[in-house]
């Protein structure tokens, strides 16, 4: 388990990465419709084909649903499971004033 603050990164940032990604990759992103049903496997290789032929020479917009989230973690929970039943848990929790990258933090080991 982790427990934090989550922000998405901002425009520019994904911009930035969408960049280094592989073309194929950037127009796989903008073709699919993540989750979204499907008719068949040939439907989205028309997308692809179409976008290629679309976007030829010039470069792969980035989705505008395609973008990133930044975890700043305050606790994560490790649990290691044990035959008895007695399993290991462990918690880290970040120490107060540590602030966003200071590394003090605090194990405890927690009931099973």
Do not use: C, K, M, N
Request: hydrophobic share 35%.
């Amino acid at each position: 388990r982790v427990e934090g603050r989550v922000e998405r990164v901002a425009a520019a940032e994904s911009d930035a990465y969408f960049a280094t990604r592989p073309r194929g990759a950037q127009i796989g992103a903008l073709a699919s419709r993540q989750s979204e049903p499907l008719a068949s496997r040939a439907e989205l290789e028309r997308r692809i084909a179409e976008l290629e032929r679309e976007l030829e020479g010039a470069p792969v917009p980035r989705p505008e649903t395609w973008g990133g989230y930044r975890v700043a973690p305050e606790a994560w929970e490790f649990w290691q499971h044990r035959d008895d039943r007695l399993h290991d848990r462990f918690r880290y929790r970040r120490d107060a004033g540590a602030g966003a990258t200071g590394a003090a933090w605090t194990i405890e080991r927690l009931s099973p």
